[in-house]
Protein backbone atom coordinates (compact mmCIF):
# COMPACT_ATOMS: atom_id res chain seq x y z
CA UNK A 1 0.00 0.00 0.00
CA UNK A 2 2.25 2.30 -1.23
CA UNK A 3 -0.61 4.97 -1.78
CA UNK A 4 -1.25 4.85 2.16
CA UNK A 5 2.38 5.43 2.92
CA UNK A 6 2.84 8.04 0.89
CA UNK A 7 -0.32 9.30 2.89
CA UNK A 8 1.15 9.40 5.88
CA UNK A 9 4.23 10.84 5.30
CA UNK A 10 2.23 13.94 3.49
CA UNK A 11 0.63 14.52 7.26
CA UNK A 12 4.28 14.57 8.52
CA UNK A 13 4.90 17.57 6.13
CA UNK A 14 1.40 19.84 7.01
CA UNK A 15 3.05 19.37 10.39
CA UNK A 16 6.18 20.92 9.38
CA UNK A 17 4.56 23.67 7.44
CA UNK A 18 3.30 22.44 3.91
CA UNK A 19 -0.07 22.76 3.45
CA UNK A 20 -1.72 20.16 1.90
CA UNK A 21 -4.47 19.99 -0.82
CA UNK A 22 -5.68 17.06 -2.36
CA UNK A 23 -5.17 18.95 -5.99
CA UNK A 24 -3.10 17.65 -8.39
CA UNK A 25 -1.17 20.60 -9.28
CA UNK A 26 -0.25 20.67 -5.65
CA UNK A 27 0.44 17.17 -5.19
CA UNK A 28 3.52 17.12 -7.40
CA UNK A 29 4.16 20.37 -5.38
CA UNK A 30 4.38 17.93 -2.39
CA UNK A 31 6.04 14.91 -4.05
CA UNK A 32 8.57 17.13 -4.48
CA UNK A 33 8.92 18.36 -1.05
CA UNK A 34 9.03 14.92 0.20
CA UNK A 35 11.87 13.74 -1.98
CA UNK A 36 13.44 16.88 -0.79
CA UNK A 37 12.72 16.45 2.55
CA UNK A 38 13.70 12.33 2.25
CA UNK A 39 16.62 12.45 0.85
CA UNK A 40 18.28 15.75 0.16
CA UNK A 41 18.03 17.42 3.20
CA UNK A 42 16.33 16.81 6.62
CA UNK A 43 14.43 19.87 8.27
CA UNK A 44 13.27 23.31 7.76
CA UNK A 45 13.93 23.60 3.98
CA UNK A 46 11.01 26.36 2.69
CA UNK A 47 12.96 27.51 -0.08
CA UNK A 48 14.70 24.17 -1.44
CA UNK A 49 14.71 23.89 -5.15
CA UNK A 50 13.79 21.23 -7.00
CA UNK A 51 13.65 20.50 -10.81
CA UNK A 52 10.48 19.39 -12.37
CA UNK A 53 10.03 18.69 -16.26
CA UNK A 54 7.21 18.54 -19.10
CA UNK A 55 3.98 17.33 -18.12
CA UNK A 56 4.39 14.27 -19.18
CA UNK A 57 6.54 13.90 -16.25
CA UNK A 58 3.85 15.39 -14.16
CA UNK A 59 1.53 13.20 -15.22
CA UNK A 60 3.10 10.16 -14.06
CA UNK A 61 3.65 11.66 -10.98
CA UNK A 62 0.08 12.38 -10.49
CA UNK A 63 -0.43 8.61 -11.03
CA UNK A 64 1.86 7.19 -8.72
CA UNK A 65 0.49 9.35 -6.25
CA UNK A 66 -1.99 6.97 -5.16
CA UNK A 67 -3.60 7.86 -1.74
CA UNK A 68 -5.98 5.95 -1.54
CA UNK A 69 -5.58 2.37 -2.23
CA UNK A 70 -7.95 0.64 -5.31
CA UNK A 71 -8.79 -2.98 -4.35
CA UNK A 72 -10.43 -5.24 -6.85
CA UNK A 73 -13.52 -6.62 -4.97
CA UNK A 74 -15.43 -8.18 -8.32
CA UNK A 75 -19.36 -8.48 -8.49
CA UNK A 76 -21.81 -11.29 -8.95
CA UNK A 77 -23.62 -9.79 -11.43
CA UNK A 78 -22.51 -8.60 -14.63
CA UNK A 79 -22.32 -9.39 -18.37
CA UNK A 80 -19.44 -9.99 -20.36
CA UNK A 81 -18.60 -7.22 -22.62
CA UNK A 82 -20.63 -4.35 -24.27
CA UNK A 83 -23.14 -4.21 -27.22
CA UNK A 84 -22.75 -0.50 -27.62
CA UNK A 85 -19.17 1.45 -27.17
CA UNK A 86 -18.56 3.02 -23.78
CA UNK A 87 -19.33 7.11 -23.77
CA UNK A 88 -20.89 7.84 -20.87
CA UNK A 89 -20.26 8.04 -17.10
CA UNK A 90 -22.85 8.03 -15.16
CA UNK A 91 -22.86 8.56 -11.41
CA UNK A 92 -24.48 6.99 -8.67
CA UNK A 93 -24.95 7.53 -5.09
CA UNK A 94 -24.43 4.66 -2.21
CA UNK A 95 -27.14 4.81 -0.26
CA UNK A 96 -24.95 3.64 2.74
CA UNK A 97 -21.36 3.34 2.56
CA UNK A 98 -18.91 1.80 0.56
CA UNK A 99 -18.62 -1.60 3.07
CA UNK A 100 -22.39 -2.32 2.67
CA UNK A 101 -22.30 -1.60 -1.30
CA UNK A 102 -19.51 -4.19 -1.93
CA UNK A 103 -21.17 -6.61 0.06
CA UNK A 104 -24.73 -6.10 -1.71
CA UNK A 105 -23.08 -6.34 -5.24
CA UNK A 106 -21.77 -9.76 -3.37
CA UNK A 107 -25.35 -10.74 -2.62
CA UNK A 108 -27.40 -13.22 -4.76
CA UNK A 109 -30.62 -10.89 -4.22
CA UNK A 110 -28.90 -7.84 -4.91
CA UNK A 111 -29.19 -8.21 -8.86
CA UNK A 112 -27.16 -4.91 -9.62
CA UNK A 113 -23.55 -3.85 -9.20
CA UNK A 114 -21.46 -1.19 -10.81
CA UNK A 115 -17.77 -0.71 -12.29
CA UNK A 116 -16.37 0.79 -9.04
CA UNK A 117 -17.40 2.39 -5.80
CA UNK A 118 -16.03 5.46 -3.86
CA UNK A 119 -15.21 5.02 -0.10
CA UNK A 120 -13.63 7.89 2.52
CA UNK A 121 -10.29 5.64 3.01
CA UNK A 122 -10.57 2.84 -0.09
CA UNK A 123 -12.09 2.36 -3.65
CA UNK A 124 -13.75 -0.79 -4.61
CA UNK A 125 -13.62 -2.00 -8.43
CA UNK A 126 -16.16 -4.66 -9.07
CA UNK A 127 -16.93 -4.76 -13.13
CA UNK A 128 -14.08 -4.16 -15.78
CA UNK A 129 -14.87 -1.44 -17.70
CA UNK A 130 -14.96 -3.54 -20.65
CA UNK A 131 -17.71 -5.56 -19.40
CA UNK A 132 -21.43 -4.10 -18.45
CA UNK A 133 -22.33 -3.34 -14.59
CA UNK A 134 -26.11 -4.02 -14.03
CA UNK A 135 -26.23 0.08 -12.64
CA UNK A 136 -28.87 1.80 -14.35
CA UNK A 137 -31.88 0.08 -14.30
CA UNK A 138 -32.04 0.64 -18.05
CA UNK A 139 -30.39 -2.24 -20.25
CA UNK A 140 -29.35 0.74 -23.20
CA UNK A 141 -28.02 2.67 -20.99
CA UNK A 142 -26.13 -0.23 -19.18
CA UNK A 143 -23.98 -1.42 -22.07
CA UNK A 144 -23.02 2.52 -23.27
CA UNK A 145 -22.05 3.45 -19.39
CA UNK A 146 -19.55 3.47 -16.83
CA UNK A 147 -21.29 3.58 -13.26
CA UNK A 148 -19.41 4.83 -10.40
CA UNK A 149 -20.93 4.69 -7.20
CA UNK A 150 -19.68 7.00 -4.79
CA UNK A 151 -20.35 6.90 -0.78
CA UNK A 152 -23.38 9.56 -0.07
CA UNK A 153 -23.94 8.56 3.84
CA UNK A 154 -21.91 9.91 5.17
CA UNK A 155 -21.04 12.01 2.18
CA UNK A 156 -17.27 13.71 3.47
CA UNK A 157 -15.39 15.74 1.34
CA UNK A 158 -12.55 12.97 1.68
CA UNK A 159 -15.02 11.04 -0.39
CA UNK A 160 -15.76 13.14 -3.21
CA UNK A 161 -11.73 14.23 -3.44
CA UNK A 162 -11.42 10.39 -3.70
CA UNK A 163 -14.10 10.19 -6.60
CA UNK A 164 -12.23 12.98 -8.68
CA UNK A 165 -9.25 11.93 -7.87
CA UNK A 166 -10.13 8.15 -9.10
CA UNK A 167 -11.93 10.02 -12.21
CA UNK A 168 -9.10 12.11 -13.51
CA UNK A 169 -6.22 10.12 -12.84
CA UNK A 170 -7.30 5.74 -14.03
CA UNK A 171 -11.24 6.03 -15.08
CA UNK A 172 -11.35 8.89 -17.62
CA UNK A 173 -7.68 8.93 -19.15
CA UNK A 174 -7.52 4.93 -19.32
CA UNK A 175 -11.55 4.45 -20.31
CA UNK A 176 -12.85 7.49 -21.83
CA UNK A 177 -9.31 8.79 -24.10
CA UNK A 178 -8.84 11.51 -21.38
CA UNK A 179 -12.00 13.26 -22.72
CA UNK A 180 -12.19 16.64 -21.12
CA UNK A 181 -15.03 16.49 -18.01
CA UNK A 182 -18.65 17.85 -19.04
CA UNK A 183 -22.24 17.33 -18.17
CA UNK A 184 -22.88 16.03 -21.93
CA UNK A 185 -21.91 13.21 -20.83
CA UNK A 186 -21.26 12.49 -17.25
CA UNK A 187 -24.56 12.00 -15.69
CA UNK A 188 -26.22 11.47 -12.53
CA UNK A 189 -28.02 8.23 -12.14
CA UNK A 190 -31.58 10.34 -12.09
CA UNK A 191 -31.21 11.59 -15.56
CA UNK A 192 -31.34 8.07 -17.31
CA UNK A 193 -34.05 6.91 -15.22
CA UNK A 194 -36.38 8.34 -12.49
CA UNK A 195 -34.79 8.07 -9.74
CA UNK A 196 -33.55 9.70 -6.37
CA UNK A 197 -29.73 8.99 -7.22
CA UNK A 198 -26.96 10.27 -6.40
CA UNK A 199 -28.99 11.56 -3.25
CA UNK A 200 -27.34 14.15 -1.82
CA UNK A 201 -24.49 15.01 -4.72
CA UNK A 202 -24.26 17.95 -6.29
CA UNK A 203 -23.79 17.04 -10.04
CA UNK A 204 -23.30 20.06 -11.57
CA UNK A 205 -20.81 21.24 -9.77
CA UNK A 206 -18.73 17.88 -8.73
CA UNK A 207 -18.64 18.14 -12.80
CA UNK A 208 -17.31 21.94 -13.27
CA UNK A 209 -14.67 20.71 -10.34
CA UNK A 210 -13.44 17.76 -12.58
CA UNK A 211 -13.51 20.15 -15.70
CA UNK A 212 -11.77 22.72 -13.78
CA UNK A 213 -8.98 19.93 -12.13
CA UNK A 214 -8.42 18.53 -15.72
CA UNK A 215 -7.80 22.20 -16.76
CA UNK A 216 -4.85 22.67 -14.29
CA UNK A 217 -3.80 18.84 -15.66
CA UNK A 218 -3.60 19.59 -18.96
CA UNK A 219 -2.79 23.50 -18.69
CA UNK A 220 -0.01 23.52 -21.38
CA UNK A 221 3.04 25.38 -19.13
CA UNK A 222 6.37 26.07 -18.93
CA UNK A 223 7.98 25.39 -16.02
CA UNK A 224 10.75 27.22 -15.43
CA UNK A 225 12.14 26.45 -11.63
CA UNK A 226 9.96 25.61 -8.80
CA UNK A 227 11.07 26.05 -5.64
CA UNK A 228 9.46 23.65 -2.68
CA UNK A 229 8.17 27.14 -1.58
CA UNK A 230 9.23 30.17 -1.36
CA UNK A 231 8.32 34.10 -0.09
CA UNK A 232 7.63 37.23 -2.41
CA UNK A 233 6.25 40.81 -1.91
CA UNK A 234 4.12 42.73 -3.42
CA UNK A 235 5.56 46.16 -4.65
CA UNK A 236 2.26 46.99 -6.82
CA UNK A 237 -0.95 46.09 -6.22
CA UNK A 238 -1.85 42.50 -8.38
CA UNK A 239 -4.56 40.64 -9.44
CA UNK A 240 -4.87 37.01 -8.82
CA UNK A 241 -5.65 34.67 -11.37
CA UNK A 242 -6.62 31.12 -11.71
CA UNK A 243 -4.39 30.81 -14.67
CA UNK A 244 -1.55 32.79 -16.13
CA UNK A 245 -3.35 34.86 -18.47
CA UNK A 246 -5.45 38.18 -17.95
CA UNK A 247 -8.48 36.51 -19.55
CA UNK A 248 -8.91 34.02 -16.74
CA UNK A 249 -10.91 34.74 -13.25
CA UNK A 250 -10.14 37.32 -10.77
CA UNK A 251 -10.02 35.73 -7.59
CA UNK A 252 -8.82 38.90 -5.15
CA UNK A 253 -6.32 41.64 -5.06
CA UNK A 254 -3.07 41.31 -3.49
CA UNK A 255 -2.19 44.88 -2.34
CA UNK A 256 1.10 46.48 -2.26
CA UNK A 257 3.92 45.21 1.17
CA UNK A 258 1.22 41.94 1.22
CA UNK A 259 3.44 38.84 1.57
CA UNK A 260 2.73 35.50 -0.23
CA UNK A 261 4.36 32.33 -0.60
CA UNK A 262 4.81 30.94 -3.87
CA UNK A 263 5.45 27.48 -5.76
CA UNK A 264 6.88 28.39 -8.81
CA UNK A 265 7.02 30.38 -11.87
CA UNK A 266 5.73 29.77 -15.37
CA UNK A 267 5.22 31.40 -18.63
CA UNK A 268 2.10 32.94 -19.53
CA UNK A 269 0.75 36.09 -21.36
CA UNK A 270 3.38 38.47 -22.05
CA UNK A 271 2.19 42.28 -19.94
CA UNK A 272 3.85 45.03 -20.99
CA UNK A 273 3.70 48.02 -18.63
CA UNK A 274 5.25 51.61 -19.66
CA UNK A 275 7.48 49.41 -22.65
CA UNK A 276 8.62 46.90 -20.14
CA UNK A 277 7.06 43.61 -19.78
CA UNK A 278 7.40 40.03 -19.20
CA UNK A 279 5.76 36.86 -19.66
CA UNK A 280 6.39 35.12 -16.33
CA UNK A 281 3.93 34.82 -13.82
CA UNK A 282 3.99 33.30 -10.01
CA UNK A 283 2.49 30.13 -9.38
CA UNK A 284 0.81 30.96 -5.72
CA UNK A 285 1.10 28.53 -3.11
CA UNK A 286 -3.30 27.99 -3.31
CA UNK A 287 -2.56 27.34 -6.64
CA UNK A 288 -3.85 30.65 -8.87
CA UNK A 289 -1.15 33.11 -10.05
CA UNK A 290 0.02 36.67 -10.55
CA UNK A 291 2.21 38.20 -12.84
CA UNK A 292 5.73 38.36 -11.50
CA UNK A 293 6.04 42.28 -13.07
CA UNK A 294 4.01 43.37 -9.40
CA UNK A 295 6.32 41.54 -7.10
CA UNK A 296 9.32 40.85 -5.61
CA UNK A 297 10.40 37.07 -5.00
CA UNK A 298 12.91 35.70 -3.01
CA UNK A 299 13.94 32.78 -5.66
ZN1 LIG B 1 -27.81 4.88 -8.96
Redesign the pocket.
Known amino acids: MDGQYLYDIAYVATEQGTKITREYGRDIQLFFYLLSTLFLIHGRHKTRTAQREESGLTKQIIKSLNMVPIIWKGARYKTTGRSAPLDTL????MGGNLSGTTSWFQNPFSLVS?HAGVGENEIHEYVKASDTAW???VWSWNVRSY?L?IQNSPLTSAVLENAKWYLLTVVIPTHFADRRPDRSWILP??QV?P?Q??KGIDIDSFVEDLGRRWDDMHREQVVINVPVKAEGKVHTAVKVRTAPNTTSQILRTMKKGDGFWYLGKVEGENIVVNNIGNNIWVHLEDGNYCWSGCVKLSN
Open positions: VIHGAATGNEHKKTCP
